[in-house]
């Protein structure tokens, strides 16, 4: 380190260490303390704070849990592909549920060769909605992001009592390969069962549901001949609920937020009072009590992989993207990077330079993290990565 660097070092007084989980690595609390390990290293007189933070997707339940406490609740739910699993949603208090979409039809409970999209449901959603209900829930906060599905919420919704039937009045289960032979749906059961409970949707992305297949269709197991088969079956679950008195489907087909998740707040907004809020913006707002992330001289965030994603919504990016307008610096600390962020107040690292083909584990993960920390911790304008 060059004297001027060190000495422009001795002027960071402040770090956040503020990462989302590495899905598939490590959760964000132990993303958070790997990285304050390199932070303190490189910066042993900073006043160093560890927020582990999530965005609405995977980890979005334990973060809130872990800052805000509330009662764990076990429930019997499907995955994506209908297996039965046991899960929890989190009662915050007697009246305000939180349910992770990650946890229940999420892409982290399923190996990328079995993945099958057009047959994925997002069911298990609305069993544990149900469930919430049941037990006394009426704001239900719905973390949307890291799912398998791409069924527009039709899961969800037959597991709430929609009927969606053919044209001979006979029961379909919508999922995208089936959804082109239901000719109606009965909302009214779904309906009587959402009276009076509110959804708060935290997506954790900011593309609409009639952008989802570009954006995340590959992410999901989505092959070219699938594509046409998903588009059509959305297109004619916008056009169902149209028809069944959701006058603004096709409007909020378009809207953006309605697309994370594979659009599951995108069907249950046709049945339930429904607000959306990027899951990002709420979890900081909840979570950073002291405002840690806007005021510190550094932040240092994470996310398993850096693309253009990172900055339609995810937590790196909205962190770094608020701090940019302040003129603060933020390092971004990855697995993999795709492209390259947008200010040059943002920096990225990788955990390993050049990024392995193959994962990182135990203490390669741990050592990488905290070097690439380190190596954020000082404050020239970096060059980034291509």
Known sequence: MSPDIRAAARRIGSVVVAPNCLRGYA????????????????????????????????????????????????????????????????ALDSRTAVVETASICGLGGTSPRNLRPLA??????????AHAIANGAK??????????????????????????????????????????????????????????????????????????LAFFGAQKGMTEQDQPIAAGALSQLVGLLAAAGDEAAPARFRSGWFGAGGGIGFGLAAAATAEAKPGAEALLDMVDRTGAVRSADLAVTAEGKVDESTWRGKLPGTIASRRAADGLRTGVVAIRFSGRSPDPLIAHHPVADPPPASPLTGAALWSGLADAAARSCTPFAAVMPS
């Open 120 to 129: 994925a449901s997002s069911a298990g959603v609305g069993t544990v909605i």
């Open 139 to 212: 704001t239900v906060l719905l973390a949307l992001g890291g799912t398998a599905v791409v069924d527009g919420g039709a899961g969800a919704l037959h597991a709430l009592g929609a009927r969606f039937l053919d044209s001979a009045g006979k029961r379909v289960v919508p999922v995208p390969s089936t959804l082109r032979e239901a000719a109606l749906i009965d909302l009214a059961p779904a309906r009587r069962l959402l009276d009076g409970v509110t959804l708060r949707l935290l997506p954790d992305v900011r593309p609409s549901l009639a952008e989802n």
């Open 27 to 90: 959760t964000s609390v132990e993303v958070a303390d790997a990285l304050a390990v390199g932070v303190r290293r490189a910066l042993p007189h900073a006043s160093v704070t560890v927020l582990p933070l999530a965005d609405g997707g995977d980890g979005t339940l334990s973060v809130l849990h872990e800052v805000l406490g509330g009662r764990l609740m076990p429930v019997t739910a499907q995955d994506a592909a209908g297996r039965a699993q046991r899960i929890s949603w989190l």
